[in-house]
């Protein structure tokens, strides 16, 4: 009895310390900008920046950054999610077309868009709350319009930065060309 209650311990004790694996964010199911289904799957091996993004922020002018950003490392397997949100100051009250006219229009967009979605709250989608969830590499609510996770080939979050950071930071580019680097 002795042993198996010390064998019980020991196995709580190691499940107590043993950090939690982050959460497969690959499957979760997602819809682009023109409500196709998808997932992270379609973007496997390649370095993916998720933002969450919007038209009417004063952060919006971070399109700019992100299109360039997307343009100078695409061709070495690395591609930006955008992922439009209405959660801060309802700042994204646009339909997917007209997100999507607008960022054409305005930012010559041409990295892949999403459906709007929920990053917080009681309807926060299920990519959200796997990386900000208690789990996360980088847990936390989202605080704002154009927070960043960078993602690797292998599909582990490897970096966040707060909406103010801007996609073309150094240390935003830093840690692209490092993953970028990274087989």
């Known amino acids: ?32 900008i023109n409500g196709k289904a ?3 799957k379609d973007y496997q091996g390649k370095v993916l920046l998720i933002v969450n993004v919007a038209s009417k922020c004063g952060l919006t002018p971070q399109y700019k950054a992100l299109e360039s950003t997307y343009r100078k490392y695409q061709a070495q397997g690395f591609t930006i999610l955008a992922f439009p949100c ?4 309802a700042q994204e009250p646009g339909s997917n077309p007209e ?15 999403f459906d709007k979605l929920h990053v917080k709250g009681a309807e926060q989608h299920p990519l959200y709350a796997a990386l900000t969830g208690k789990d996360a590499a980088y847990p936390g609510e989202i605080q704002w319009n154009f927070g960043k996770f960078l993602i690797g080939r292998d599909g582990k979050v490897l970096q966040r930065w707060h909406p103010k950071i801007t996609p073309d930071a150094e240390e935003v580019t830093k840690a692209i060309e490092a993953a970028l680097a990274a087989k």
């Not at 196995?11 to 499957?27: E, K, N």
């Not at 209405?86 to 100051?89: E, H, L």
Request: net charge neutral.
């Open 1 to 32: 009895m002795k042993a198996i209650l010390a064998l019980t311990t020991l196995t709580f004790a190691l499940v107590m310390t043993t950090p939690a694996a982050a959460p497969d964010i690959s499957s979760i199911p997602l819809k682009d």
């Open 86 to 89: 209405n959660d801060f100051g």
């Open 38 to 40: 998808t997932s992270l």
């Open 99 to 113: 997100i999507k006219q607008f960022c054409s229009t305005k930012y010559d967009v041409t990295f892949p868009l």
